[in-house]
């Protein structure tokens, strides 16, 4: 066989392994929304550089934690939690340089604060509410202030 027709199989399984890789992405999304509202939630997972380390997920609303996805990833697995009593909202701010081209549009930069240190979160304006909301929906007497 002919190093061209070499080449044009491994382009057409390259290609059929793409398509495959983003049926299971949106199949995937659809398995984690089923039993909840998902919402786009970008986690900034390094702090060292200013504007930099953030990672485009998903998030969704558990009983009393948040999970957290990788917006790439296949696994059906939350890569982070958090845990409703060990989040204090600590304010929001507009993304600022790199951040405006790292985030999806519209989002804000929401700074919490937790047991591990500062924890920063981005999402859109309604979802905040809704965190905000989730936030303070904890049972009384059992929300502990970061």
């Known amino acids: 066989m002919p190093l061209w ?4 199989s491994a382009a057409g399984l390259l290609l059929v392994l793409v398509i495959l890789y983003g049926i299971a992405l949106i199949v995937r999304r659809r398995l984690l929304s089923r039993h ?4 786009e939630l970008s ?3 390094r702090t060292s550089h200013a504007g930099r380390g953030w990672l485009l997920g998903l998030g969704r609303y558990s009983g009393d934690d948040l999970e957290w996805f990788r917006i790439f990833s296949l696994s059906p697995r939350p890569k982070r939690v958090w845990q409703r009593d060990r989040v204090a909202f600590a304010g929001r701010r507009e993304p600022s340089g790199v951040e405006q081209m790292s985030l999806y549009a519209d989002h804000v930069v929401v700074e919490c604060s937790t047991d591990d240190g500062p924890l920063e979160l981005a999402m859109d304006p309604q ?3 809704g965190f905000q909301s989730w936030l303070e929906a904890g049972p009384p007497g059992g929300a502990r202030h970061v």
């Open 5 to 8: 027709q070499w080449l044009l």
């Open 36 to 39: 909840g509202g998902t919402f």
């Open 43 to 45: 986690y900034r997972i």
């Open 127 to 129: 979802s905040l509410t």
